[in-house]
């Protein structure tokens, strides 16, 4: 099990970049591939991005491709995830997933088993 805090969230303006951090603590940090999920309002979590747990691939959702980078720091037992040239429509509570695995397509939540508690990103017009 690892503890995953999310943080980086906020309001801001359509067009404007947001960097979201999610910090681990735990020991096996490394060892896993990580992910971002997102719940817009009234909808289901849906995913964002993942990376490998040596940041060899990427995976990201159509909705966010081009304007958007995970990356992670093991030695910070840190992921992030750069947000530009945001949307309304990227309103949403973001989470950070991790106890992943190696995958051959975009990750579903069933792939991960820890969670964070969200950040909630908000994009006015």
């Known amino acids: 099990q690892v503890q995953l805090v999310e943080s980086g969230g906020g309001l801001v303006q359509a067009g404007d970049s947001l960097r979201l951090s999610c910090t681990g603590s735990?020991?096996?940090?490394?060892?896993?591939?990580m992910g971002w999920f997102r719940r817009p309002p009234g909808k289901q979590r849906e995913f964002v991005a993942a990376?490998?747990?040596?940041?060899?691939?990427?995976y990201y959702a159509d909705s966010v491709k081009g304007r958007s980078l995970i990356s992670r720091d093991n030695a910070k037992n840190t992921l992030y995830l750069q947000l530009n040239s945001l949307k309304p429509e990227d309103t949403a509570v973001y989470y950070c997933a991790g106890g992943g695995g190696k995958w051959l397509r975009n990750p579903t939540t069933r792939d991960f088993n820890s969670w964070g508690q969200g950040t909630q990103v908000t994009v006015s017009s």
């Open positions: 735990g020991r096996f940090f490394s060892a896993y591939g």
């Open positions: 990376i490998t747990r040596n940041s060899d691939t990427t």
